[in-house]
């Protein structure tokens, strides 16, 4: 069976630190995988997606990075967070139109 | 592009009442698919239901059923025999073969089943 894990589950970081946030697909190959980001009370933001080992897409320009280094591995970085960076973020993957299946998620208080 | 609406922000049902949500979307694809995602304080993302735009059969999954309205593009969520476990936030979805199968999502509409 197919399973995602995201870590850490909770994390606080100060002002100008760097962020390293992985996702990892297990039971699949080549998959889809997406980052999004929920702010308080509000909807899921997608910032980025891959359809590949090295390929990025940028949904919208910030403080954030994506790379994609192995097929089933999906890391969300920042070199210097910002205040705004703080929130939920999901890491998911898509099963053949199936929809997705999300990571339990990173709470990022930036501080 | 693709927008998602959920006009209802909150809603409240009893316990075993029947619940509607609504979502209009706007795309110009012909192709694409439809979900209803849930999100209970755990804030894990849950899929409820899905269905595709070629589809008239509404999907139905148990106590969940979708009202697809394609000419009106209007994809509302029913939930009948409401139960506790139902409180969540419930966001309407949207995706067409396109940008890499990424999914638009509605606001969201947080509903509370009450005792």
């Known amino acids: 069976s197919q399973t995602i894990h995201q870590w850490p589950a909770t994390l606080v970081q100060p002002v100008g630190s760097p962020l390293s946030l992985e996702c990892t697909v297990e039971g699949t190959s080549n998959p889809n995988l997406y980052w999004y980001r929920q702010a308080a009370g509000r909807g899921l933001q997608l910032l980025f997606y891959s359809v590949g080992i090295g390929q990025i897409s940028s949904e919208v320009p910030q403080n954030l990075s994506a790379s994609r280094p192995q097929d089933r591995q999906f890391i969300l970085s920042s070199k210097k967070l910002l205040l705004s960076d703080s929130g939920f973020y999901l890491c998911a993957w898509e099963a053949l139109n199936y929809g997705y299946t999300f990571g339990s998620g990173t709470r990022l208080t930036v501080v | 592009a693709q927008t998602v609406t959920q006009s209802q922000p909150e809603m409240s049902v009893q316990e075993a009442e029947t619940v509607t949500l609504s979502c209009t979307y706007d795309t110009s694809e012909n192709n694409y698919y439809l979900f209803w995602y849930k999100q209970p304080p755990s804030r894990q993302m849950i899929l409820v239901i899905r269905?595709?735009?070629?589809?008239?059969q509404n999907a139905t999954e148990n106590r969940f059923s979708v009202n697809f309205q394609k000419a009106a593009k209007s994809f509302s969520l029913k939930i009948s025999d409401s139960q506790l476990g139902d409180t969540a936030m419930y966001f309407c979805?949207?995706?067409?073969?396109?940008?890499?199968?990424?999914?638009?999502f509605g606001k969201g509409t947080s509903l509370l089943v009450t005792p």
């Open positions: 269905q595709e735009a070629y589809k008239q």
């Open positions: 979805a949207f995706m067409t073969t396109n940008s890499g199968y990424a999914l638009n």
